[in-house]
Nanobody, 124 residues
Framework: VQLVESGGGLVQAGGSLRLSCAASGFPFDDRIIGWFRQAPGKEREGISFISSADEDTYYADSVKGRFTISRDNEVVNLQLNNLEPKDTGVYYC????????????????????WGQGTQVTVSS
């Protein structure tokens, strides 16, 4: 079971990046895939999630209107637009079974599988 992120890099404020999360060893069926980010000295923050069943999505307030999550078969993408220096950090994708709850699992400790992370740096 493996999740692999790609697409990070260095970009100026106002720029865009597209992150991808590819799965191997297990399907995305009946799972929630989430993107988290961690800035230096800060806790890992859940920023966007997608349900594989109905492709319903959730965004944290900090990224709503700027980031877009989508799924293409066994790849989940996160489009980052209008980036700001505060978006700098290591971005991770994670997966867990979809329990079809009324609330989104947004905490890192609710996820079973993790990728290795990809660095996003936004310069001012």
């Amino acid at each position: 079971v493996q999740l692999v992120e790609s697409g990070g890099g260095l970009v100026q404020a106002g720029g865009s990046l597209r992150l991808s999360c590819a799965a191997s060893g297990f399907p995305f069926d009946d799972r929630i895939i989430g993107w988290f980010r961690q800035a230096p000295g800060k806790e890992r923050e859940g920023i966007s999630f997608i349900s594989s069943a109905d492709e319903d999505t959730y965004y944290a307030d900090s990224v709503k209107g700027r980031f877009t999550i989508s799924r293409d078969n066994e790849v989940v993408n996160l489009q980052l637009n209008n980036l700001e220096p505060k978006d700098t950090g290591v971005y991770y994708c994670a997966a867990r079974p979809d329990m079809y709850s009324d609330t989104w699992p947004t905490s890192a400790n609710e996820y079973d599988y993790w990728g290795q992370g990809t660095q996003v740096t936004v310069s001012s």
